[in-house]
């Protein structure tokens, strides 16, 4: 006991404290400290060990865990529900735009939603629609919308 206060506490007002800094700072290693120091205030509480082993005990475990849920994670990654959430050009990818200034020698400008983007691809007239099939940089790779056939069941 230290002053009247139990080690063990320590221990776990450190691995709260870790727990919330994971919240705050991006990453995913606090946690896994906090976790650590969750753990060695669990042991501290069975069998107060003494200081050095209580750190040692604090190290051995972080590295633990922290081994672990990287393994584990590579092992079985997360998988996003919306992998290009953050990609806006590759959102694009399959949509229409229309021409605003012509497609001639290869560049020129087009509208999607309410941005204009430079498009790259063969010459289109102004006016015209336009399908993106990819991007280079921030350019828009785009090629001439062809209508959609709507097929209609034969009569009999």
Do not use: C, K
């Not at 205030?41 to 972080?62: H, K, N, R, T």
């Not at 996003?80 to 590759?90: E, F, K, V």
């Not at 605003?100 to 498009?119: K, L, M, N, Y």
């Amino acid at each position: 006991m230290m002053d009247g206060i139990e080690t063990y506490w320590i221990w776990i007002a450190v691995g709260l404290v870790l727990a919330l800094l994971e919240l705050v700072v991006p990453g995913v290693y606090l946690i896994w400290l906090a976790l650590a120091a969750l753990a060695t205030g669990l042991l501290v509480f069975v069998g107060d060990p003494p200081a050095a082993m209580q750190i040692v005990s604090f190290v051995f475990l972080s590295l633990i865990f922290a081994y672990s849920a990287r393994r584990f994670l590579s092992d079985s990654p997360i998988v996003s529900s919306d992998p290009l959430l953050n990609n806006r050009l590759g959102r694009l990818m399959g949509e229409t735009a229309v021409v605003t200034q012509a497609i001639d020698g290869g560049s020129g400008r087009v509208r999607v939603g309410d941005s204009e983007w430079i498009a790259l691809g063969p010459d289109v007239a102004s006016g015209q629609r336009v399908r993106i099939t990819g991007h280079r940089g921030s350019q828009l790779l785009v090629e001439p919308a062809t209508p959609q056939i709507e097929s209609r069941p034969e009569e009999s």
